[in-house]
């Protein structure tokens, strides 16, 4: 699988309602036949800052998304929202999507 980190800074203005901005890309990444997660999380030291974890079956499915319709209007409307060029990690894993982790279960 593509597994994608992405970490955005928001211009302050924008922070309250980056979600509502990115939520039709979201919407139509999730519903890509390829995408396995696409989930955001917002910085509670840093308000400003949001992380987007998202993951692809595979190469092409990777590259379909980045091809779509959405994908460049997704763009087009963060940009006018981002205080910084993002920050991103890219790598390919084994496995396609998420494991349990061995070290913590919940208490009886």
Do not use: C, K
């Not at 910085?43 to 379909?64: H, I, K, Q, Y």
């Not at 779509?68 to 963060?78: K, P, Q, T, V, Y």
């Not at 205080?83 to 349990?100: C, M, R």
């Amino acid at each position: 699988m593509i597994f994608i980190a992405v970490r955005f800074t928001v211009r302050p203005e924008y922070s309250d309602r980056w979600l509502t901005i990115v939520d039709d890309f979201t919407r139509a990444t999730r519903a890509e036949p390829g995408n396995l997660f696409f989930d955001w999380s917002r910085s509670v030291d840093d308000p400003p800052r949001f992380t987007l974890l998202e993951a692809f079956a595979d190469a092409d499915a990777g590259a379909v998304h980045v091809a779509s319709d959405h994908f460049r209007a997704g763009l087009e409307a963060m940009a006018a929202a981002v205080a910084t060029t993002p920050e991103i990690i890219n790598i390919e894993v084994p496995g396609q999507g998420w494991n349990q982790m061995a070290e913590l279960r919940p208490a009886p």
